[in-house]
């Protein structure tokens, strides 16, 4: 079964610097998807970026950006420029793909991140 | 586009309650997940249905949770009898195929309170 592991519970960030989310995953596919999610005190929960594993291209939407280590099966959130509004609980997630895709997101345990003016 | 919708937003009832959340997906999307979230457990699916079928409810918890799809608009989730251990927030999300590269689009959830 594939599991995902966010290893930093709580993070902090000064406003306008940069700031890096742990992931990792473990499966024994070749072929999936990994999501980042937001989820603000408002409670929606927004996708903020996603990665095919086939694609070594790491993904990149505006501040924000991943580093994909395919290998490694790490999956890592860098923000930049952060602001007041990326705070947040940040949910790292994994989707199988192909045949054995069931449309099921398997998600982490998230990370709060608190970002200081 | 409304997204999707769910509701009540919030939801306090009694012990031995029966509970019902609702959700409407987005127009055109042909597969729905109910997912709950707790601080124990995270957030797990449990149940998702593709052009109203149900596929998969291993995620159901017990035999108190059942959901129905009745058509491609309107689903629900309910509870029968509540316990205070069904206390969490449940986000229904809809997707147009369950194939899609996409993630979901999760709607704002209902905090369910059971006392």
């Known amino acids: 079964a594939q599991t995902v592991t966010q290893s930093q519970p709580e993070m902090s960030v000064q406003e306008a610097e940069t700031v890096t989310l742990s992931c990792t995953y473990d499966t024994s596919e070749s072929d999936y998807y990994l999501f980042w999610y937001k989820q603000p005190p408002s409670r929606q929960m927004i996708l903020v970026i996603r990665?095919?594993?086939?694609?070594?291209q790491n993904a990149t939407e505006n501040r924000f950006s991943v580093n994909f280590q395919k290998a490694a099966k790490s999956f890592s959130l860098k923000i930049s420029d952060s602001q007041l509004g990326d705070a947040a609980m940040y949910f790292c997630?994994?989707?199988?793909?192909?045949?054995?895709?069931?449309?099921?997101?398997?998600f982490g345990q998230g990370t709060t991140l608190q970002v200081k003016p | 586009d409304a997204g999707v919708i769910q509701s009540p937003r919030h939801e306090v009832t009694e012990m031995g309650q029966e509970v019902t959340l609702r959700c409407k997906p987005i127009?055109?999307?042909?597969?729905l997940f109910w997912y709950r979230q707790t601080m124990m457990r995270g957030l797990e699916l449990l149940i998702y249905f593709n052009n109203n079928v149900p596929i998969d409810d291993s995620g159901m918890p017990e035999d108190r949770f059942s959901a129905k799809m009745p058509n491609a608009s309107f689903s629900t989730l309910k509870i029968q009898p509540s316990e205070p251990r069904d206390s969490a927030v449940y986000f229904c999300a809809s997707s147009y195929d369950r194939f899609l590269v996409y993630g979901y689009t999760f709607g704002s959830g209902t905090r369910l309170t059971v006392v």
């Open positions: 127009s055109g999307h042909n597969s």
């Open positions: 990665q095919e594993a086939y694609k070594q």
């Open positions: 997630a994994y989707r199988s793909a192909g045949s054995s895709n069931t449309g099921k997101l398997i």
